[in-house]
């Protein structure tokens, strides 16, 4: 049975109605219709459908929409936000987080559906680990399946972050 | 600003139609007549009309919409597949028109606007950019014509730049010209110099008015692409993002697995509603064998499909199972009535004589295994099919936009008492990118399948559907690249020269039949095998790529077929179709040759390339330019080898696909107690002929070589009797970030080797380009060839650390180990 839910998305609380076991990634994709977080196996093995939950990176395929309640969920869309409160920044929000920008430097992308979780474990790791060495990075993504081979531009990606941050800029 | 025009145009304009919204932006085109003038990039999605369909391919208007605010917007088909191709498309309009890379657009593809559809991988740009090209440099003629006439002065004193044409101290805008209005002019023989229908020229054909390749000023250059931003930011709309007012969810409901060609196991003897009753809204669409659930909720459709109770047919397909497969394939062609054993290269007696005079002969058996497509996301299409039967729209991820509304027409004709259109201009299909297509594109589930089942089920109830399929649908129900197995003896002289070698090859063919269309009881495979419509293409050509690249010497090669039926993964075309099996044999038994003959086997490799022909010339500056930027030092192979479990080792493999040819020098690490292989680092270098995007191509060549070091490494199905049973990333699992090596990119040109950072923006290869336009050679394909060139790379330099040899993918712990133990060294 469908039940009236609030849940916090990218700062905002929204009212959605769905089964309380429904996996947040349907929530997220068809009620507030984001196009960040992506399916990809519905089973937690590829990362696809990654996002933040309280800054720590889940898999919103298998999380149930009522775990979420009364948290705050951070998806691709909302990284540049969540990135402007980190830094206690007022004023405009950025269009992008240092990631985002370091992944369009590098091009990461090849056609780009796994990218999402790929930024996504990028900004937990960034966030707890400032100056990741390449074995930490490879560690830290290791649960996350990209196709198209595109782990040699992340790896280069994440570590331009990592100094843009560093510096405090964008 | 650069980029692709997005689908807000249609959501707010052609399903908004209803509430007023409509905007219509047509009444310039008024009183002009033929096709090419119907629809252009101007048109608003929702005034394009089913007369759209397949535009005028000669008229300038098909390919290029001039704006009054000086930029262009380029209707060519070719969709985004993760390559970079449309990217590449606008450099080089904007290199033929003379104007800036920022003032281009991409329409978006769609069949009510594009002359030519869909996607075509590889070749994307270098087979088919060939008439947008002419259409380009006609564009720019006609307008220069028009500035001299304005300006009264002389064309010869005129001269563009950034779309701007001065000339007599005077200047004025291409779209002060003719913004916003139509060219109306065909291109023809006489104006563009080439006699082919439609007018087409490779870059700087001599006798067309394509630019010469040394003139070229945006081509060569590093442009990012213009799809990352929006994939970066979220913004992006995915086949899987498409969303249609009033649309419902829909899951195809089937077995977990496919079985067999032919015994696919999907025929439900009963279905039982009532175990679904529970879940709200929920719809049961049952044709034949083709069944799905509807619902409202997508969560409610993925539980019905899970729980719905269905018995379904089971049979033994499979006699060999996965455990039995290179045992049986070895016989499974001698009793192939369609494709039976047969020569398909035949040197006579030059074999027997050459492997009779060689120093030294090498017999090895190599085998690769199956690989499967595995996109990240599942296929998704979604259709909204009019309830008058009178046609439809349909979203779709296929390359083969132009291809599928003719297949739409089967389905939906071949109907239970079908009162659909059979005008294919009707089905109206708009494409979307999907997760990474890397080949089967127009045919199979990667391509039409998707949407054909769509669009039954939209028909069926009466509402736009959005069809997801799950994980298990790709891993269980998708194709798979063919599985070879090759026996090789090959022969050299004292001083490295290939003196014959005779293959027998063991492969399989393609399985074209249309599941959604076989499902719904439309197409049936042949009673016997080879007969109807669906009868397997012979392997000929694709068994016969590689076998030794550019080296020449006297070859019998002898193909035996898995038959069709009988036990056969249903098989497609595979990004470098055939390439990585066959190069994993032949560069690996040319790298054993090296080693028996006692010499380093760049060396050896050198011997065997004729560097006098430009194709022999293209293979050298490859191996030139991986083994430079590597530092390759000469060494016979395995001639120093380290003690202790953990060794390492450096090896070279080369191969082509799409014409561009690729060498890798791949360094590796070994644990000789486990198996385990880590590659470390790959020396990619890559030969395109003329190179547009330099940045795009490199981004190929790195995810190539990723990807096909998964294949080689990691991949292969597992499947009993009855039906596959590998079906998610744990049974078939890929490449994994841990173990994913660094890599050095290298574009070659004729003694000029360019080393591609990624994203860094000061990469030019002009002056590459116009060495090798003079040298002839030609631009070739960009989104395949290091796949070729991989699996070997990565066996020659495990060999190199360990002196054995791996002769069987996946090259993974098992398999490694078990040849260790063989050789006694584990």
């Known amino acids: 049975m469908a039940s009236k839910l609030k849940i916090k998305v990218n700062g905002l609380v929204h009212s959605v109605s769905a089964s309380l076991d429904t996996p947040l990634l349907y929530v997220l994709h068809n009620e507030l219709h984001l196009h960040g977080p992506r399916f990809g196996c519905g089973l937690a093995q590829c990362g696809a459908c990654s996002v933040l939950l309280d800054g720590k990176e889940i898999r919103s395929c298998v999380t149930p929409v009522a775990a979420v309640s009364g948290r705050a969920v951070t998806t691709l869309e909302g990284l540049p936000a969540l990135y402007a409160s980190e830094r206690g920044s007022s004023g405009a929000t950025p269009v992008l987080h240092p990631i985002q920008q370091a992944w369009i430097n590098v091009q990461v992308p090849h056609c780009g559906y796994c990218q999402n979780g790929m930024m996504i474990q990028a900004a937990d790791l960034l966030s707890s680990t400032k ?40 | 600003m650069t980029g692709f025009m997005h689908e807000k145009e249609f959501s707010r304009r052609s399903f908004l139609k209803g509430g007023g919204a409509l905007v219509v932006g047509f009444s310039m085109f008024a009183g002009t007549a033929g096709k090419a003038q119907a ?29 009054a605010d000086n930029t262009v917007t380029v209707t060519h088909g070719e969709s985004e597949l993760g390559h970079g191709t449309p990217t590449g498309i606008l450099m080089l309009v904007a290199e033929e028109l003379n104007m800036d890379f920022s003032q281009m657009k991409f329409a978006h593809v769609e069949s009510w606007l594009q002359a030519i559809g869909g996607g075509n991988g590889s070749s994307g740009i270098s087979a088919r950019s060939t008439t947008i090209r002419l259409a380009a440099a006609l564009a720019k003629n006609t307008l220069v014509n028009m500035a001299s006439t304005q300006l009264g002065v002389p064309v010869a004193n ?13 200047s004025v805008k291409y779209g002060d010209l003719l913004g916003d209005k139509l060219f109306l002019t065909q291109m023809t023989a006489a104006n563009t110099g080439s006699t082919a229908n439609p007018p087409t020229a490779t870059p700087g054909q001599p006798g067309t008015i394509a630019k010469p390749v040394s003139q070229y000023g945006v081509v060569g250059k590093a442009f990012p692409r213009i799809d990352i931003p929006a994939k970066v930011m979220g913004t992006y709309t995915y086949i899987q993002n498409v969303r249609v007012p009033g649309m419902v969810h ?71 199972g996965s455990g039995n497969f290179w045992s049986w394939l070895r016989t499974a062609g001698d009793t192939n009535t369609v494709n039976p054993p047969r020569l398909t290269a035949d040197s006579g007696s030059a074999v027997e004589a050459g492997l009779a005079a060689a120093a030294k002969t090498v017999t090895a058996t190599y085998r690769y295994h199956y690989n499967g497509f595995m996109e990240i996301g599942p296929h998704c299409a979604v259709a909204d099919m009019k309830s008058d039967f009178s046609g439809g729209t349909l979203f779709t991820a296929s390359q083969g936009i132009n291809v599928i509304p003719a297949m739409i027409v089967n389905v939906m004709t071949g109907l239970p008492s079908s009162k659909w259109t059979s005008n294919p201009a009707n089905y109206r299909i708009v494409w979307y990118e999907g997760a990474s297509s890397f080949g089967g594109g127009m045919q199979g589930t990667s391509g039409h399948e998707p949407v054909e089942m769509a669009a039954v089920i939209s028909a069926t109830v009466n509402k736009p559907v959005r069809l997801q399929l799950m994980r298990w649908d790709m891993h269980g129900w998708d194709q798979y690249g063919m599985a070879n197995m090759y026996d090789v003896t090959m022969g050299a002289s004292s001083t490295g020269k ?14 074209n039949i249309d599941e959604a269309r076989r499902a719904l009881g439309q197409v049936t495979w042949p009673a016997t095998p080879g007969a109807g419509g669906i009868a397997p293409s012979d392997t000929g050509n694709y068994a016969n790529t590689g076998y030794g690249a550019s080296y020449q010497y006297p070859r019998r090669v002898t193909s035996k077929t898995q038959p069709l039926y009988g036990g056969a993964l249903k098989c497609n075309f595979l990004r470098a179709p055939s390439a990585p099996q066959s190069y994993f044999a032949s560069e690996q038994i040319v790298d054993e040759l090296a080693h028996a003959v006692n010499m380093d086997p760049v060396a050896f490799r050198r011997v065997n390339i004729d560097g ?31 003690s202790g ?63 096909g070091l998964s294949r080689a490494m990691v991949e292969q199905p597992t499947w009993n009797t009855e039906r596959i049973t590998s079906l998610d990333w744990v049974l078939y699992p890929i490449l994994r970030f841990k173990d994913s090596p660094s890599v050095t990119l290298v574009n070659a040109h004729p003694s000029e080797y360019t080393v591609v950072v990624p994203g860094a923006t000061d990469t030019d290869v002009t002056a590459g380009n116009t060495n090798a336009f003079n040298e002839g050679w030609a631009l070739s394909g960009s989104g395949e060839p290091p796949m070729a060139a991989i699996g070997s790379a990565i ?32």
């Open chain 1, 131 to 170: 100056n990741p060495t390449e074995d930490q990075i490879r560690t830290a993504m290791n649960g996350h399946l990209c196709r198209c081979g595109t782990y040699p531009r992340i790896l280069t990606a994440i570590q331009q972050a990592a100094a843009a941050m560093a510096k405090g800029g964008s």
């Open chain 2, 39 to 67: 629809a252009n990039a101007d048109t608003p999605f929702a005034d394009r009309t089913p007369a759209d369909y397949l535009p005028d391919q000669t008229q300038i208007d098909s390919w290029i919409t001039l704006h």
């Open chain 2, 158 to 170: 005129l001269s563009v730049a950034s779309g701007v044409i001065s000339g007599g101290g005077k």
């Open chain 2, 250 to 320: 829909a899951r195809i409901v089937r077995p977990r697995g496919a079985g067999a060609n032919t015994v696919e196991n999907a025929n439900p003897l009963s279905v039982d509603p009532t175990s679904i009753k529970d879940i709200p809204g929920v719809q049961i669409v049952q044709i034949s064998q083709f069944l799905a659930v509807v619902a409202p909720k997508e969560y409610d459709a993925i539980q019905a499909a899970a729980q719905l109770k269905v018995t379904w047919e089971t049979k033994q397909g499979f006699p060999q």
């Open chain 2, 498 to 511: 290939i003196t014959a070698a005779n293959w027998q090859t063991y492969g399989q063919v393609q399985s």
């Open chain 2, 612 to 642: 006098t022909s430009v194709i022999g010339a293209r293979w050298l500056s490859v191996l030139d330019a991986s083994t430079i930027a590597a530092g390759w030092q000469p060494k016979v192979a395995a001639s120093n080898l380290q």
């Open chain 2, 645 to 707: 479990n953990i060794v390492t080792g450096r090896g070279v493999g080369m191969g082509t696909y799409a014409s561009s040819q690729v060498s890798i020098v791949a360094d590796v690490q070994v644990n000789k107690k486990t198996g385990k292989i880590t590659p470390l680092h790959l020396t990619i270098a890559q030969n395109n002929g003329v190179t547009i995007g330099p940045q795009l191509v490199g981004n190929q060549m790195s995810g190539a070589a990723i990807m």
């Open chain 2, 795 to 826: 066996a020659n330099a495990v060999f190199d650390a360990t002196g054995v040899r791996v002769r069987q993918s996946p090259l993974n712990p098992a398999n490694v180990r078990g040849a260790f133990q063989a050789a006694g060294i584990a």
